[in-house]
């Protein structure tokens, strides 16, 4: 073992010990589509006393906080997102309902004298000094006062059960500091007033609305009052909306008022069928994948296999390392990253069979030195390949929302995690078994020893792929053509999380027919609702934004059609958040393909730059006009499926364009065709093994992962396919052309490698 080997194995051990230590000992935090639970993104606004400024925004946060407290959920998690928006994740909380009822309402709590009744209710005026008059719980108009009181003067709210009253709750209130004597000098002069006298009342009032009016008592002393810092409110509570003021009122009232503009619930069952049907799709994707490159590559995929487990510990290491969300679109990105963690292996490994095949019969190339070679080689197209797929990690993490963010962080963790097991852990594997005396008698066993069926096939006929690459461009306009064609004819059908509104998922006991549903939930007065039906029991109800009134209405339907229903999720878009988030989704596209363009530009020529993003948006366009032609809904898991197809494709056209690179520094007189056609032909045996390696992990997802993640995977799929025939019949023959007219193509020589052997060339 060589010094640089063991510091490799060193360096390797370390991170592998770390990394279990970190498996070990830290929990794992899922997000709540995986454990269920419900999240809400609330909005500060100005009112007409304060703004919604960033420190505004810190204050609300933390009566969120004590609020969230005192609700009684387990690991709540509260956290700021820019200046103006909280997000709010309540663990095993079902009902968003619930939540958004506590922590949408301002709970400004007021305590007023009254002077009298007044002409009629109407609403009270911005400022509270001005004399409200409003209506109490019985109708009768009354005038109030200043405020006396507010919540900061209540040192304790508790719900009470009052025998006495005709509900039987009440909310008791312990008064502190200076509103333990404001309220007898109140009570105090109200007892001063007749009996039956509106203005022998004090008024409480939440939000500018009296929620009791209570009369002082007979025994009360005029200019005395109520004394002990202790009073009442009685207003018909039931349990649930006695504690419920009782919480609001022990949070204290929000500095701004604060809008619900996103909402999203996910069951709890729904959570634990995601966990289990991605780990099994994980577990059969991982040992097709496996058994594949062992097939391929015999010892050495048999190690990249071990290198790929080692993989899977650093990357969920990292994640535990980092705080991050395991989310259900980030648990599909780390299933899809192992995939994808294939193609450093395989680049390294063809690259190593080239360098093998190469040596001069008489003395032909050891195992450990046409390996050091593929290792060498292959770093340029791995690093490259990289860079671009995390380039689309990094802008969906700053541009999507909610989970999808947390598919950005895992695919980041899994760039890197990739690097690390190919270019570490599977090079010290490998260079210590190459060293075997064993394993140096019987070189065919490393997988190293022949070039493959593949590249054997092709060195054989020799193809000269881009003798009709006008054709094939021809055949790629066609596609893409047909594809706009989609969009054109069907239109997008946009997610909620992109245009706004209500989604609610349920199961039912039996099928329910969706133009059934449909018809029925218009006679009950949704009109627009749209109903679709999935499987044999789940339906998904989609429409504008619902009152408390229709939910109960759209829940009764279902339920009564379906024999039974359960709700699994429950999603609630603002429709100026619909509309920011479609505007980052476009955004995010744009800038994913100006800086790929940017980033290939500088390391490649400007044609190969251009025709690299000419194959990407044609694989976009393609993408997005199937789903339209399949009417599939276009939202946040689609982005991200959508930007890990860019980043793919881009992969494909780097590893083709860094080979003609290769080739044309050694072979400066080939035309540039040839040198294409040659890049293309070695290329070929990795972007097919790579391909099925990615292949086999996504139709596990597509079979396996249920309805949630069977349009990300189907997605992937189309988009590998698309970007597979775009590398070869899109990207190449469009920098054939472009470097033709820009006329720095060299003269034809008879020679297309420069003296070079190329397998596989036709010249």
């Known amino acids: 073992m060589t010094r640089a080997t063991r510091v490799r194995a060193l360096l390797a051990l370390a991170i592998l010990a770390l990394s279990t230590f970190l498996a070990l000992t830290q929990p794992v935090r899922l997000g709540l589509d995986l454990r269920g639970g419900t999240q809400l993104v609330l909005e500060t606004r100005d009112s007409p006393t304060a703004r919604a400024d960033r420190d505004a925004t810190d204050r609300t946060l933390e009566v969120l906080r004590r609020r969230v ?87 304790r709210a508790e719900a009470e059960f009052d025998a006495e009253s005709s509900s039987g709750w009440s909310v008791g209130l312990s008064l502190r500091g200076t509103g333990e004597r404001t309220w007898a000098r109140l009570t105090g002069t109200a007892a001063c007033a007749a009996p039956h006298d509106p203005a022998r009342r004090a008024a409480i009032v939440l939000d500018r609305k009296i929620i009791s009016s209570p009369q002082v008592e007979s025994s009360v002393a005029c200019g005395v009052g109520i004394t002990g810092g202790t009073t009442r409110i009685t207003g018909g509570f039931d349990q649930r909306a006695a504690q419920e003021l009782a919480l609001l009122i022990n949070g204290g009232a929000l500095p701004v008022p604060v809008d619900i503009v996103e909402q999203r619930a996910v069951g709890p069952t729904l959570g634990a069928l995601a966990i289990t049907s991605s780990a099994q799709a994980a577990v059969l994707g991982v040992a097709l994948t496996a058994v594949f490159i062992t097939v391929v590559y015999r010892l050495l995929g048999a190690l990249a296999t071990l290198a790929l487990a ?112 190919a270019l570490l852990i599977t090079r010290v594997l490998a260079e210590c078994a190459v060293a075997l005396p064993p394993v140096r008698r019987r070189p065919r066993l490393t997988g190293l020893a022949g070039l493959g069926r593949v590249r054997s096939w092709l060195a054989r006929r020799r193809p000269d792929l881009l003798r009709h ?77 619902l009152s408390a009134a229709q939910l109960r209405t759209t829940d009764r339907v279902v339920d009564e059609l379906g024999g039974g229903a359960e709700k699994v999720r429950d999603e609630l878009i603002g429709p100026s958040l619909g509309d920011e988030l479609r505007r980052g989704a476009l955004v995010a596209l744009g800038l994913a393909l100006a800086a790929q363009l940017v980033y290939l530009a500088v390391r490649f020529r400007w044609t190969f730059a251009l025709s690299a993003v000419v194959a990407m948006a044609h694989d976009v366009l393609i993408l997005v006009g199937v789903f339209a032609w399949l009417g599939k809904s276009l939202d946040g898991v689609f982005l991200a499926s959508l930007l890990t197809v860019i980043g793919y494709s881009v992969n494909d056209s780097v590893v083709v364009f860094d080979r003609i690179r290769e080739l044309r520094a050694g072979a400066r007189g080939t035309p540039f065709p040839d040198l294409a056609n040659a890049a293309v032909l070695q290329t070929v045996p990795r972007t097919v093994n790579t391909g099925m390696g990615a292949v086999f992990i996504l139709a596990a997802l597509a079979v396996l992962g249920g309805d949630s993640l069977t349009d990300f995977a189907l997605a992937l799929l189309i988009g590998i396919t698309v970007g597979t025939y775009s590398s070869v019949f899109t990207a190449t023959p469009l920098a054939v052309v472009l470097e033709r007219h820009d006329g720095a193509s060299p003269r034809r020589t008879a020679d297309a490698t420069g003296g070079t052997a190329v397998p596989g060339s036709d010249r």
């Open 310 to 421: 080692c993989y899977a510990l650093i990357s969920y290491a990292a994640l535990l390392a980092l705080g991050a969300t395991l989310t259900l679109p980030g648990l599909a990105g780390f299933v899809l990253a192992v995939g994808m963690a294939v193609d450093a292996n395989v680049l390294v490994f063809e690259r190593a069979r080239e360098e093998y095949a190469a040596g001069p019969p008489a003395r032909p190339r050891t195992l450990r030195s046409a390996l050091a070679a593929g290792f060498r080689n292959a770093f340029s197209a791995i690093a490259d390949s990289n860079v671009t797929t995390l380039l689309a990690a990094v802008l969906l993490f700053f541009f999507a929302s909610g989970p999808v963010r947390g598919f950005g962080v895992t695919l980041c963790i899994g760039v890197a995690a990739s690097m690390v097991s």
């Open 69 to 155: 407290d005192a609700l009684g959920v387990s690991e709540p998690h509260l956290a700021r997102a820019g200046d103006h928006r909280i997000v709010v994740e309540l663990p095993g909380l079902d009902d968003p309902n619930e939540a958004a009822a506590v922590l949408g309402r301002t709970a400004q709590l007021t305590v007023h004298p009254v002077l009298g009744t007044g002409p009629g209710p109407r609403s009270a005026p911005a400022d509270p000094d001005a004399g409200p008059v409003l209506p109490d719980d019985t109708g009768t108009p009354l005038r109030l006062g200043p405020p006396a009181l507010t919540g900061a003067e209540v040192h």
């Open 469 to 545: 690459r006008r054709r094939w461009l021809a055949l790629s306009g066609a596609a893409l053509l047909l594809a706009v064609s989609g969009i054109a004819v069907r239109g997008l059908d946009y997610g909620v999380e992109f245009t706004g509104g209500r989604m609610i998922e349920y199961t039912t006991t039996r099928p329910v027919d969706a133009e059934r549903a449909r018809a029925a939930l218009g006679t009950a007065g949704l009109d627009q609702a749209q109903v679709t039906a999935s499987g044999d029991d789940a339906l998904t109800v989609r429409t504008e934004r």
